[in-house]
């Protein structure tokens, strides 16, 4: 079966599952889950936070689109939203986000995400190819490693403008730990204490952010703000995905795994290694809520 | 395939028994045993359990204070002096799934070696625990481990050294590297050392020991960054690295895929999975059953 047949088949059977909030996280044994999964035919997962082409700093094993999407596949995953490693730090995004449509198109299973810098000359151009011309879903932003912080205007313009289109933006945090970073090319997670207000300005906005690890107070002023939602690629500890669940509304994780620089095993396994997700709540975390943030049907 | 469902990103059930898996890194309430001695301990255990059960562990070694002052909380101090027997309390309730070691405290040598015979000589514990931060922690540069390795080395303990490479600098002075625990081991050739994390920047760490046959590495407590394994495999040899879950701040997730979802044989995945720690333990545990 091919991987379009994999996704037509998802998107059928999706839509008829039953919504899933906060009732459905449930303390259940896992002699009851293992029941339970038994009787589910199928998990079919959406990764929300993958990256094709090559990590800057050392060859990862997954790096070339076939074996990714042969890797994901093995894992069920059906379907996963593309950034670019490109899009770090190249300046000409029009080759960038080509590069991306086009490795897209030959690898079905990919939805692109452009790339958008703020900082460049033309960037609202950049901005109009992705959302109008490629009909992307959504844009991918880079603060840190395009230096800019999050008060400042173009991010809000970016923010408005996408919304205005009925699109979403993905702000990746991080993409490594700071401590494992090269000497001379540091770079701190993106300083998120602005965000709750100027999403709160745009109403309907919706943001999703990679490869946080909530914590500290921040996290609670996060969580007050709907259009905010939040991805599974670096929230470890054995519940700490069930944890960030049941603090959040209701369909405001999403799985995401950060391959092929992470392993996208780690994330997979997290979702349900505690025990604490019924099959109808792992569900939400690996497909529905991303399907509903992705259409725009959100809380 | 519906068997890979069920398990998400996991080997088979059955698969992962085969593994006999010893984790050689468990860290339940790592820093806080709580109070009475152990409460905080035992709750992280019981929270760690469905990981346990459902990566199918065999064995698991966490790390013990003792008294020596390695922690914050000096009500927990007193007692652990006063009435040691309540640091027994986890291996007490899993006699069958837990090892312990015990956390040392290198700026308080003479209440150290004390300490090995107590644990190590007359009691259970299997080996030590030198961490990189909190109350005593000394980097394993300093003169004063010399005499701590020779007496672990006599009594056939195993050494878990903590171990980091971090952009920008240690954190602490209490902290090691994987290059100042390699001038360590050199002294002492036929003692095995475990570094801890690999460094955490792993790259560096693997080739700061490679050229160390007595020190292996262990796997946690950085993210699931792709190509870890791979490296030590070819760089060290299967036969030089160990696992460890960090459970329950880290996961099953991240500390198990590193090794399942490596590019290298099944057989590597024992050796790494629990056959290479169970060889380092094989003299205590022998003198343990003797």
């Known amino acids: 079966m091919s991987s379009e047949d994999d996704f037509s088949r998802f998107s059928r059977r999706e839509l008829l599952t039953a919504s899933v909030g906060m009732a459905s996280l449930a303390m259940i044994s896992s002699a009851r889950l293992q029941a339970m999964e038994d009787d589910s035919s199928e998990f079919p997962i959406i990764d929300t936070n993958v990256s094709l082409f090559r990590w800057p700093f050392r060859r990862l094993p997954l790096d070339t689109t076939a074996a990714l999407q042969?890797?994901?596949?093995?894992?069920?995953?059906?379907?996963?939203?593309?950034?670019?490693?490109?899009?770090?730090?190249?300046?000409?995004?029009?080759?960038?986000?080509?590069?991306?449509?086009?490795?897209?198109?030959?690898?079905?299973?990919?939805?692109?995400?452009?790339?958008?810098?703020?900082?460049?000359?033309?960037?609202?151009?950049?901005?109009?190819?992705?959302?109008?011309?490629?009909?992307?879903?959504?844009?991918?932003?880079?603060?840190?490693?395009?230096?800019?912080?999050?008060?400042?205007?173009?991010?809000?313009?970016?923010?408005?403008?996408?919304?205005?289109?009925?699109?979403?933006?993905?702000?990746?945090?991080?993409?490594?730990?700071?401590?494992?970073?090269?000497?001379?090319?540091?770079?701190?997670?993106?300083?998120?204490?602005?965000?709750?207000?100027?999403?709160?300005?745009?109403?309907?906005?919706?943001?999703?952010?990679?490869?946080?690890?909530?914590?500290?107070?921040?996290?609670?002023?996060?969580?007050?703000?709907p259009g905010i939602y939040f991805d599974t690629a670096r929230v470890d500890g054995t519940d700490g995905i069930p944890n960030l669940v049941q603090s959040v509304e209701p369909g405001r994780v999403l799985f995401g795994t950060h391959s092929p620089f992470l392993i996208p095993e780690a994330a997979l396994i997290r979702t349900h290694e505690s025990g604490r997700f019924n099959p109808s709540a792992l569900r939400s975390v690996l497909a529905e809520n991303a399907e509903r943030f992705r259409e725009g049907n959100v809380t | 395939m519906k068997d890979d469902i069920i398990q998400l990103g996991l080997p088979s059930a059955q698969r992962l028994k085969d593994y006999r898996i010893w984790d050689s890194y468990f860290t339940p309430s790592h820093s806080r045993p709580g109070r009475d001695g152990s409460e905080l301990i035992i709750a992280d255990i019981e929270r760690s359990l469905p990981a346990i059960e459902k990566g199918q562990f065999e064995k698991l070694c966490y790390f013990a204070h003792v008294g020596l002052g390695t922690t914050t909380d000096p009500d927990f101090e007193k007692l652990a002096q006063s009435t040691p027997e309540v640091i027994l309390k986890p291996l007490q309730r899993w006699p069958n799934l837990l090892l312990g070691m015990i956390i040392l405290n290198a700026s308080k040598v003479e209440e150290s070696l004390e300490a090995l015979d107590r644990w190590l000589r007359d009691g259970p514990m299997l080996g030590v625990y030198f961490p990189g931060g909190g109350p005593g922690a000394l980097p394993c540069s300093h003169r004063n481990f010399h005499r701590l390795v020779e007496r672990i080395a006599d009594l056939g303990g195993v050494i878990m050294q903590h171990t980091w490479f971090k952009t920008g600098g240690k954190q602490g002075a209490g902290e090691s590297t994987p290059a100042e625990l390699a001038q360590l081991a050199a002294h002492y050739p036929n003692q095995p050392f475990i570094c801890a994390h690999a460094g955490g920047e792993w790259e560096q760490g693997n080739r700061a020991v490679a050229e160390s046959p007595n020190i292996l590495v262990e796997t946690s407590g950085f993210d699931a960054t792709a190509g870890f394994i791979d490296m030590a495999v070819r760089d060290l040899g299967a036969e030089r690295v160990v696992f460890g879950s960090h459970l329950p701040s880290r996961s099953l997730g991240t500390e198990l895929s590193k090794v399942i979802a490596a590019d290298i044989s099944e057989r590597d995945k024992r050796m790494i999975l629990g056959e290479n720690y169970r060889q380092l333990l094989q003299p205590m545990l022998k003198s343990k059953a003797d």
Request: charged letters at 20%.
């Open chain 1, 70 to 225: 042969k890797k994901l596949q093995s894992l069920g995953i059906v379907q996963a939203w593309a950034g670019s490693f490109e899009g770090l730090f190249h300046r000409d995004l029009v080759g960038v986000n080509s590069r991306l449509i086009e490795e897209c198109r030959q690898h079905k299973m990919f939805v692109p995400i452009g790339s958008v810098n703020p900082t460049l000359p033309g960037w609202e151009q950049d901005l109009q190819r992705c959302l109008a011309e490629e009909s992307m879903l959504g844009i991918r932003l880079h603060p840190n490693y395009h230096g800019y912080t999050l008060d400042s205007p173009n991010f809000s313009r970016i923010l408005k403008l996408a919304t205005e289109a009925g699109r979403f933006v993905q702000l990746a945090v991080a993409l490594e730990d700071t401590r494992t970073q090269p000497e001379q090319l540091q770079v701190p997670d993106v300083d998120l204490t602005p965000l709750p207000t100027i999403v709160k300005r745009i109403p309907q906005a919706r943001v999703q952010l990679l490869n946080d690890r909530p914590r500290g107070s921040l996290i609670n002023q996060l969580r007050a703000v």
